[in-house]
């Protein structure tokens, strides 16, 4: 997400994929597309350690969790990571994690499943005007942020 002229340097980043200076959110969200956990890095971060940061946050509070699906970029070590800090985190019957991947043969947009649950979500998270560009200076600010924007948006839902 791009950053404000008032963000400092040393809390942002520069994404070479997507070109964009900036934060990126990590965000962890069951099923259904409630959030548990989001972790704001900068955008130089790449995916893999920022979930790293987000899984060790919050994984030890859900205890239940047996899996956490990913996109391709989430591939590599981080697999190994979250087998072998499941124990350490209460997960007696293991954790597994399971990338998603978009089939060899689909050309253009193709729906995978699990991923789009979280993209959902952020398109929840960007009818929030408050969340579309991050102005704060602190990085916690911003997801303290995003937590309220969460909550107003499941009461809406609820009150249908």
Known sequence: MK???TVGHA??????????????????????????????TPASVQD????????????????????????GGYAGKLEGFITRAAAGWGHAQGLRLEIVRRSEQAKGFVLLAKRW????TFGWLMKCRRLNRDQERNARRHESLIYPAMISLNLRALSK
Do not use: M, N
Request: proline share 2%.
């Open 117 to 120: 649950v979280v993209e959902r």
């Open 11 to 40: 809390g942002s980043g520069y994404d070479a994929g997507k070109k964009i200076k900036g934060r990126k959110r990590h965000i962890l969200t069951d099923t259904q597309g409630l959030l548990p956990g989001v972790t704001v």
């Open 48 to 71: 893999r350690d920022g979930a790293r940061v987000v899984c060790s946050v919050f994984c030890h509070q859900w205890r239940r969790l047996e899996v956490i699906f990913a996109d």
């Open 3 to 5: 950053c404000a002229d």
